[in-house]
């Protein structure tokens, strides 16, 4: 899929079949978190692929915003260590594994954001670190995908030269 | 371009050919921004696209980490409203910029990391909004694109299950 189609389509994916994902694709897409630009190259970021249905209905349990996570055929869940740069980097990998699997046909959705520390003593995350997201995934229930968005329209976001000026214009 | 393959080869550029970008294609980088996801849609984001070589070298001098600014074809300076979810989000939608712009053949970097308060004057950016980045756009003055990228290992980064147990395995 090009990259374009899958940035304008992607959408989030709150429902899943029961059907697994391959796990070759499964590696693609933490590949794709791995090998995403960082602030200075620090990288601090740790993925935890979660495939076990037992610890996907716990984390769902945990997660008050992400019930159906029970439901996905896999989570990754996004730990950093500790970093200024921790929040805006470890959101650029998932940026990143969400469009790769979007262009495999799995939906996802970011669920939750930072502190979750009963995540961390479930997942035997280190103490000093962040779990920045749980990040659901799986082949969607429904037909999804070239749904329209609702986001801002492009004058209320984009500007020309300076704060204030139209984009279409000049 | 294939995402994964945009991000998997996706480098950051610092050095960009005396050549403008099509306003068309410089329009599709800034609607990747506007059409990512963000937390619960907030949508904190506003994107800046500075074209004027004078701005773009008054840029290049604000930003200690980017002087090449400069000579970029352009830029877009992300500047976000108060929110506790506005590195996140406009982090995804860098991300998001950066990947299209790629699939075009278009490189660009990260400058600068929040603050940039002479930025918010210079481009009457209001005073409550923060500069999360300068994010100069080219193409690239040299051959890139295929390189090999220094991340971390797969087994420093990526877990199965629980923290510490490798990926790799089972």
Do not use: C
């Not at 669920?111 to 997201?133: W, Y």
Request: charged share 25%; hydrophobic share 45%; aromatic share 8%.
């Amino acid at each position: 899929m090009d990259v374009f189609d899958a940035v304008r389509t992607v959408l989030a994916v709150r429902a899943y079949q029961d059907k697994a994902v391959p796990r070759e694709i499964i590696h693609r897409i933490v590949e794709a978190g791995r090998l995403t630009g960082s602030s200075m190259n620090g990288q601090p970021w740790h993925f935890i692929v979660v495939e076990k249905r037992e610890t996907l209905r716990q984390l769902g349990g945990l997660a008050r915003s992400g019930p159906y996570t029970a439901d996905a055929a896999f989570a990754v869940v996004v730990a950093t260590e500790p970093s200024r740069f921790a929040v805006s980097d470890g959101s650029r990998a998932i940026q990143s594994m969400m469009l790769v699997a979007w262009a495999e046909g799995i939906g996802s959705n970011w669920v939750g954001f930072q502190g979750m520390d009963e995540v961390k003593r479930l997942l035997n995350i280190p103490d000093s670190f962040d779990v920045l997201a749980i990040v659901p995934f799986g082949y969607p229930a429904r037909k999804v995908g070239r749904g329209r968005k609702k986001r801002k329209s492009l004058v209320q976001v984009a500007h020309r030269e300076r704060f204030g000026q139209p984009l279409g214009e000049g």
